[in-house]
Nanobody
């Protein structure tokens, strides 16, 4: 009964910033990996930022230098700091996590999505 709840989306002007949060709750033993997947209308959901349990992060080329992903293991929360936002960043951002509830088996979980709109 793991649940991911996202927050922090909204409307921002080009060049602005937003910080997204994704909090996991329920029967959680460990979060192996987690990331953010935006999906724009008519396009596929694609990874822009991911982070492993050890803190190593990876980014899509389009967001390198602008976005920063981080995680707080004690709070079971992952964040996405988005700076220098541009209209092409507009999408519904989905949080993803691979979570174990106490065994060696990991399940994939998705948040409900949070809308990010970049417009003047």
């Amino acid at each position: 009964q793991v649940q991911l709840v996202e927050s922090g989306g909204g409307l921002v002007q080009p060049g602005g910033s937003l910080r997204l949060s994704c909090a996991a709750s329920g029967s959680i033993f460990s979060i192996y990996a987690t990331g953010w997947y935006p999906q724009a209308p008519g396009k596929q959901r694609e990874l822009v930022a991911g982070i492993g349990s050890g803190g190593s992060a990876n980014y899509a080329e389009s967001v390198k230098g602008r976005f920063t992903i981080s995680r707080d293991n004690a709070k079971n929360t992952v964040y996405l700091q988005m700076n220098s936002l541009q209209p092409e960043d507009t999408a519904v951002y989905y949080c993803y996590a691979k979570i174990s509830s106490g065994s060696n088996f990991y399940d994939d979980y998705w948040g409900q999505g949070t809308q990010v709109t970049v417009s003047s």
